[in-house]
């Protein structure tokens, strides 16, 4: 089967015209280039290791933003949600689709140079049919895919150059993130969550594709951690990772966030459940983990915790600081601390209401809880912010320039939770929740508004703008150089441009979808792009259909995914 789904794929690249593909004299992504991207590129998902979301390019600026007009669009042919980045390497573009897709375009005509389209299995089921874009080495296309195998491209002619399975899709386990590629390793980590997996991180060689090691998120017998997990419950513990990591190049440290623990009801794991809903700094060389923080234990509430944590350098009482920055899904805005060996506490606030915490440990940051907001099997518990958080996975951005990060959040939206006990089949939902028992319970306030973008100065630790929006937002985050904040993510179809400074806005274009891909910007020739795939689907979609049904309307977002290139007139 395998062999017959590359040849498959393979034929299909040929057939769409492999053979006319980049320029022979496409430049080889190393090490060095990773670990200093050039600013005219977008080598990766958020732009930099650190996971900043932002580009230095400033020839689109606050003064000439409102000309920004499309230079070129291209229509995937493919529906559901367009959630991956635009990935650049000195003019040649890469993006994905959902269901496996790998198109090559000319970044200045939108020219397409190839497209591999995974063929993936009839029977594979799983809840989040899309994908967040490729990884760039050497002269390979790194991809994850849905049935789970991490499949290396020519960078050239988008031939499959190898393959390697990470794990078996008729368990429960699939891939959506864009691998992580650092010191010669490429990295990956697993989705299924809600099927009773047991999430992990695995490198292999980016070059070869060998495997080089795996880490549990869950850990086993005799490992740190497993005595958080009764019985045999560490099994199927879930903590899924499935959302791309950061790097610290100094410490050769790899900073991923984690997901839920499974099922999503824990009456039958107590305990603190390490390492759900945390962060983890993995060795790149031996995938030791070096440091954790738990953002909240015993996670009942599904608030995954796997956004990116943003790697900043900071002063704190006057003196630099090696800073992790995280806006939650449990609605806090998280200040952590990397250190040699650990991870310290700095502060934690609200930036959307939360009514489960009655307080955070000014020591070690362990949140103490409600017990009225906990779920448990055979009632019904209302808590706040709902399961998808006050910012789901869509990132984050910072800008060096203002000192300002910008937070893609959700207010005046709880839920609730009605629990029974969980039954485990292989491949089949594990969760100790009904679907039709999920709840999503607008608060009075929101029918002004539910949606927000909030910009937050990180030395003051102050909100010091918000933009409302009368949608629920889902829109990735892009700051640049020109003092402007690019972002989507609302039902009105609209990819907008603010001010970094004061959040007013200064553009907007109506496009084909709902925006919830991640926004890029790169150079060609001397000319500056923003680039955002429009597609809307999968969770931004749900949550709709929920808000729908509590506020007694229909909404319809067209689908179908489009990539928009937009420049200001030469």
Request: one cysteine or more.
């Amino acid at each position: 089967m395998m062999r017959l789904r590359v040849m498959m794929a393979t034929a299909l690249v040929s057939w769409l015209g492999a053979a006319s593909a980049a320029d022979p004299a496409y430049r080889a992504v190393t090490d060095a280039r990773l670990a200093a991207p050039e600013p005219h590129n977008w080598l990766m998902t958020r732009g930099d290791y650190g996971s900043l979301g932002y580009s230095p390019l400033d020839q689109i600026t606050v003064a000439n933003v409102a000309t920004l007009k499309p230079e070129w669009t291209f229509s995937t042919g493919v529906s559901e949600a367009h959630q991956a980045p635009p990935i650049v390497n000195d003019g040649v573009m890469f993006i994905t689709t959902p269901r496996n897709q790998v198109i090559a375009i000319d970044a200045s005509t939108g020219n397409q140079l190839w497209r591999y389209a995974r063929e993936l299995p009839a029977d594979l089921f799983q809840l989040h049919p899309t994908n967040r874009g490729v990884a760039l080495y050497g002269d390979l296309v790194l991809l994850a895919t849905l049935d789970a195998y991490l499949v290396a491209l020519d960078a050239r002619t988008g031939e499959v150059k190898w393959e390697q399975q990470v794990e078996d899709y008729l368990s429960g386990y699939y891939m959506t993130l864009a691998p992580l590629v650092a010191e010669g390793r490429v990295m990956v980590g697993v989705s299924g969550g809600e099927f009773g997996v047991r999430g992990f991180v695995q490198a292999f060689d980016a070059t070869t594709g060998e495997p080089a090691w795996k880490t549990f998120t869950v850990p086993g017998p005799g490992e740190p951690g497993h005595d958080s997990w009764p019985g045999n419950t560490w099994q199927r513990g879930g903590v899924p990772v499935w959302v791309t990591g950061s790097y610290d190049a100094d410490a050769k440290l790899a900073y991923w966030g984690t997901g839920n623990a499974g099922p999503w009801i824990g009456d039958e794991r107590k305990g603190d459940n390490l390492y759900a809903t945390s962060v983890i700094a993995l060795d790149v060389a031996s995938g030791a983990i070096r440091a954790h923080h738990q953002y909240h234990w015993h996670d009942v509430w599904d608030w995954d915790e796997v956004a990116a944590p943003l790697l900043l350098d900071l002063e704190r009482d006057g003196k630099p600081t090696k800073a992790l920055v995280h806006a939650g899904r449990d609605g806090y805005l998280w200040w952590l601390e990397r250190k040699q060996g650990s991870i310290g506490f700095v502060d934690a606030k609200p930036y959307v209401q939360q009514n489960v915490y009655t307080g955070i440990d000014p020591q070690t940051g362990r949140p103490s809880y409600d017990e009225a907001r906990i779920p448990r099997a055979g009632a019904r518990t209302e808590f706040c912010p709902s399961i998808w958080g006050g910012k789901d996975w869509p990132p984050a951005a910072y800008s060096p320039q203002t000192g300002l990060l910008y937070i893609p959040a959700n207010e005046n939206l709880c839920g609730a939770i009605t629990g029974e006990p969980a039954k485990y089949r292989p491949g089949e939902l594990y969760m100790g929740v009904p679907l039709t028992k999920l709840e999503v319970n607008p608060t009075p306030a929101a029918k002004d508004h539910i949606g927000e973008l909030q910009a937050w100065d990180l030395k003051t630790r102050e909100r010091v703008w918000k933009v409302d929006f009368k949608s629920h937002n889902w829109g990735p985050v892009l700051a640049t150089g020109g003092g402007l904040v690019f972002a989507g993510g609302t039902n009105d179809r609209y990819f907008r441009a603010f001010d970094a400074k004061t959040g007013k806005l200064l553009w907007q274009q109506r496009t084909n979808s709902g925006v919830v891909g991640m926004p890029a910007s790169y150079e060609v020739d001397g000319r500056q792009y923003i680039a955002v795939q429009s597609g809307w689907g999968v969770d931004a979609q749900r949550k709709q259909d929920f808000l729908d049904k509590a506020f007694k309307t229909r909404t319809q977002v067209p689908q179908g995914g489009v990539l928009w290139v937009f420049a200001v007139p030469e």
